[in-house]
Nanobody, 128 residues
Framework: QVQLVESGGALVQPGGSLRLSCIVS????????VGWFRRAPGKEREGSSY????????YYIDSVKGRFTISRDPSKNTVFLQLTNLNAADTGVYFC?????????????????????WGQGTRVTVSA
């Protein structure tokens, strides 16, 4: 069974940075597209960043482009999300997700419904 566990969420000041991690167990990342979603208080879950094999096939929503970086370390079966220049709108619970045999290049930008495995989330709070 595929399981994902996020970590790294914290309280940070505006303009600060965080690095979120998602450890994937039960499978290899080689054949998986991964994504980071977030749920802000009072809002619906939204995808922020996606990456599919091969590395370099990535997509970011406009609000995080240039500030967030998604990456993976296949040797550790871990997905990362580097958050920089954070603002209050970035506050929320961040979830990592994975789906097998999905390719952004051919299948387009994924939606939440495309992902089959989810973590339980890690909370990011941006406040002065």
């Amino acid at each position: 069974q595929v399981q994902l566990v996020e970590s790294g969420g914290a309280l940070v000041q505006p303009g600060g940075s965080l690095r979120l991690s998602c450890i994937v167990s039960g499978t290899t990342l080689d054949d998986y597209t991964v994504g980071w979603f977030r749920r802000a208080p009072g809002k619906e879950r939204e995808g922020s960043s996606y990456a599919s094999p091969p590395d370099g096939s990535v997509y970011y929503i406009d609000s995080v482009k240039g500030r967030f970086t998604i990456s993976r370390d296949p040797s550790k079966n871990t997905v990362f999300l580097q958050l920089t220049n954070l603002n209050a709108a970035d506050t929320g619970v961040y979830f990592c997700a994975a789906v097998r045999d999905y390719y952004i290049e051919f299948d387009g930008v994924p939606t939440a419904d495309d992902f089959t495995s989810w973590g339980q989330g890690t909370r990011v709070t941006v406040s002065a």
